[in-house]
């Protein structure tokens, strides 16, 4: 993983990835040794001596490889694009008001003076139509008599046939819907009901030997649920063909194995399929809804109504057979049973996948690229997807368990039996979802919800990547799927983004100890990164952040680690579906809704991958710029020290933060810190004789004042708002007053000591009108030396009691910032996890509580900063108060990022998906700056150190977001590389699959060799239309995609212009 350099000493790498510095490599191969012997000055022994000269190698770069597609650059011409016009309607924020279409609006205009005309078209085709005054058959020309049967066929067309031609014409097609002219009005009837017979098998030809027997079958359709007759074939020598194959081969799909008496067609499965993984439309409305197309009103009953609880059936067996029949499964020649673990799953077309879409030889790169063949992953636990407890439930195991996205039930079940008891411990106070783990609602739950690894940069299900919680969110739940979803793994460098990460990386390597050994990493020749999600980062300790942010893990990108909440995003809406299915049935949904989603994802890679691409271009140039305005003005051997700190602490994370300022520095001394000095102080001038002490310091005389000022706020924050209080309330606000006023005694008797100004005000204050109530505890002046005026503080108080008092007001706006800043974070956390992960009216009332609690929290701290401000203007003056600023309502905000990365990777995630979801915190176009509160430091006296650390910092980070963002465009060039190379590679595999199954029979043999043949040819179309695209300009790329995606378009052509401001 490092190379040896011998022949002189070098700086430290800028990464451990990326060295821009070496241009030679050496390894222990690489090493010749030379010997030389000698005798010793005694001339008695022999000496030999040996001397490694390390031999240059030329520095491997990836086009170097044996590749393809080494050499070719996706989009080359868009590096000094020019950006696209900017527009003030593509640059809304996402979530705002949608776009109206003018055109749409026309349309809907132009329609409603015709809205007659088309009501009575509508009514037309109720009646005879044409026929009204052509009597004639429109097949066989024969003129319709008063006795003539007339028909019409709905899927045919809107003409008229007589019986025979109806009944001639339907040999072939049983299950279109007729209808007769009867009564003067179309009657529904059957081809059943008018005597055909559909003779099953032949392929369409005539049978010399049907079954003598005429069966009934109920047939569901994608438009009606029909009656139809038929006869099975009899012949002898037909392909031996039973019932179920003659079914089968007819696309009917029997609902049982003997005797079948319901059949469903090919295309109805395939369409409920698709409106199942994309609609969420369930078994039952679907079969709710053809029973309303074939008869609405009941008049002649559906035949064999409630036929929803087959259909579920047929549907399970018929998505599985489809997984199966995509993943190649039917040309094995062991069979299905010798299916391997995660085997069926949808890869990830653009994650690395050795001997697949890497090229050979790409552990030789040099050090410096190696990140581009980094596996990125999200995890995170999901509790939308619960299911119940059934108290009449059976042994009900998924349909090839383990084969998919899920882990393989039974091995998985036997390993949590081994941590029944386990307990976990967070000590990221700020971040709850492992401390609420034994207080999850769980009470009738077989499990609680799901855990879940992605590929974090394209958000598919990683093979084996999903498991079911049975009680919150545990280590032994998480470990086993992200071990099972990584396992067979050949990477050199794991990056994973958790929101637990900080706490459950710290033990993984030894809990992994404990797992089977075949899902253990080799952690010798893998290097494993952790990270927190951009979002949720926000919701843990400063500290915490820092040191788990993906900014500054090289070889990442620009990737926020939030894919995997996209992801649950698409799979809640199956949690209503599944919540009461038995466990087998709702993992063989979850699994066919997964591999949908992977393949959707696939799919849009096409168009995704180039508009990411131009913006992390516009974006890095931009980093770069902002990059080279700070570093130009540093000295080089300032850099130097600098860069060092970096390599240090990424070397080894327990060396200081070069992310951070360094504990004590930049922010000044707290409250508790300043008083602790001042009693220092006072004692060491009482001891000396150059002051007396009164019974009680005069630092603790100004605590005491300032103690009963916060007791003022708490019981003004306890009665704010409320027209009527109950009785409870009421006694409790009595007895904070009631302890107020016991200290206040003690506090006036003080200062009447210290201040003697004060006592004057307070003389002043007794005689005001006596008909007038008392002020309450909460609205008396205490008259602290900021209440007093400037000519009374200087002569009617204690020498240095202003300045006392001024010295702890700073360190309560210190303090009461900090306290802000870490509420504000346990507020961020709460509302996400509400949105995402609280479902029922009992539990939301409860997180709104205390989600009203922190806010409560949050302005008790701003209104302690502000009233700490005053007072401190007073003492100081304005002028000198500069440096502690107004806080506003607009400043007590969550913004982590800087805005511009704020944005871009607001847009990187929006490009994901054709959805409006929520991408997690972003700023409007107007706010282009952090909120002060996250940035302050410092104070009057702050040292020249402290400017120089927090210059040093702020380099550190405009360092490590250039860098982000460029290894950004190379990750999505590569990966770009990497699609192509992965349909190229699964064309070849289609292709050498074709005669795998040798002895078949030959019907099922050219089906096997046929359906292997269209799937080549469909990844080859495919990668040839994506390297189409992606030659072209992504201007001209996205607009092809337009053509198939509106939707996709606009939202790319908004992340172009909003990627344009500010260059």
Known sequence: MTSLNTSRSRAPNRSQFIDTSIKYETRPGDISKDTSFYVSQDGRRGISSGLNLGVKRRKVRPSDLADVYGDWMPLGGQENGTPMEDNEEDNAETGGKRKRYESLDKTMRAWRPLMQRFLGEVLRREGLGDALHQRTCICCESVYTPSTRQFRCRECGVFDQCLECLLSHHMLNPLHRVQEWKGGCWAPTTLADLGSIYQVSHGGHPCRRPAPAVRTMVVIDTNYIHTVRFRYCGCDNWDNAQNLEQLLRNDWYPATTVDPATCATFAALELFRLLNVIGNVNGHNFVRTLEQLTDACDVKGVPVSDRYKVFGLMSRQFTFLTRMKHAGRAHDPAGLQATKNGECAVMCWTCPHDKINIPDGWREVSTEFKYLYMLLLAMDANFCLKN??????????????????????????????????????????????????????????????????????????????????????????????????????????????????????????????????????????????????????????????????????????????????????????????????????????????????????????????????????????????????????????????????????????????????????????????????????????????????????????????????????????????????????????????????????????????????????????????????????????????????????????????????????????????????????????????????????????????????????????????????????????????????ELRAIDIQLDEERESDSRARKKLGSIRSSKHRRQGPGLSSKEKSFSWIWTEGGGPGADEQELHDSVRVEWSKAKAQKERWEEEVELLREEMRRVLRFLRWRAIWWEMRRGLRPGVAPDVASGLQAYAARQAVIHREIGCRFKRMWDESAVTAVRVAACEDEVAFAESMSAFVEAAEGL
């Open 388 to 885: 119940r407890l059934r108290p009449n439930a059976h042994e009900d195991l998924p349909l090839g368990s383990g084969w998919g996205c899920l882990v393989e039930e039974l091995p998985y079940r036997d390993h949590l039996k081994n941590y029944v008891a386990e307990k976990d411990v967070s000590t990221c106070i700020a971040f709850a979802a492992l401390l609420q783990k034994d207080t999850r609602l769980t009470t009738g739950l077989r499990c609680s919800g799901v855990g879940g690894v992605v590929c974090a940069r394209h958000e598919l299900v990683r093979p084996q990547g999903v498991g079911d919680l049975q009680k919150g969110e545990r280590y032994a739940n998480m470990d086993y799927i992200l071990l099972s979803a990584v396992l067979g793994l050949t990477a050199m460098y794991l990056a994973i983004s958790y929101d637990i990460a900080c706490q459950w990386r710290i033990n993984f390597a030894t809990r992994m100890c404990a797992m089977p050994k075949h899902l253990q990493l080799d952690m010798e020749t893998m290097k494993v990164f952790y990270g927190l999600p951009v979002w949720h980062a926000a919701a843990h300790e400063r500290k915490c952040q820092v040191q788990n942010s993906l900014t500054y893990i090289d070889g990442v990108g620009w990737m926020d680690g939030e894919g995997i909440e996209r992801t649950w995003s698409v799979l809640n809406p199956l949690g209503w579906a599944t919540r009461e299915m038995g466990s087998g049935t709702r993992a063989d949904a979850m699994e066919d809704k997964m591999d949908h989603h992977n393949f959707g994802k696939n799919i849009n890679q096409g168009t995704t991958l180039p508009r990411k691409l131009k913006l992390a271009i516009e974006e890095r140039d931009r980093q770069v710029a902002a990059f080279q305005e700070v570093d130009r003005t540093l000295k080089s051997e300032l850099k130097e020290v600098w860069q060092k700190k970096i390599n240090a602490w990424k070397l080894d994370p327990t060396q200081p933060n070069p992310y951070e300022l360094e504990e004590g520095k930049g922010g000044g001394l707290s409250e508790a810190a300043i008083r602790l000095s001042l009693t220092k102080e006072e004692v060491q001038e009482a001891a000396t004789g150059g002051g007396k002490l009164h019974g009680s310091s005069v630092t603790s005389f100004i605590v005491a004042g300032l103690q009963l000022e916060e007791a003022q706020r708490r019981i003004k924050a306890e009665v704010k708002g409320r027209t009527w209080v109950t009785a409870d309330q009421s006694e409790r606000v009595a007895e904070m007053r009631v302890a107020f006023f016991a200290k206040l005694s003690h506090f006036r008797k003080l200062q009447a000591v210290y201040m003697s100004a004060a006592v004057r005000e307070l003389e002043e204050e007794d005689s005001r009108d006596p008909d007038m109530p008392p002020p309450k505890a909460e609205d008396l002046k205490l008259f602290m030396p900021s209440g007093l005026r400037t000519t009374d503080r200087e002569d009617g108080c204690r020498k240095g009691l202003p300045a006392m008092e001024a010295k702890l007001r700073e360190g309560q706006c210190r303090d009461a910032l900090i306290q802000v800043r870490s509420r504000l974070h346990a507020k961020h956390h709460l509302i996400s996890y509400r949105e995402s992960q609280v479902a029922g009216q009992r539990s939301a009332t409860r997180a709104h509580t205390l989600i009203e609690r922190i806010g409560e929290r949050i302005e008790a701290g701003a209104v302690k900063y502000r009233r700490a401000r005053e007072a401190l203007i007073a003492l100081w003056g304005s002028t000198a108060c500069t440096h502690i600023r």
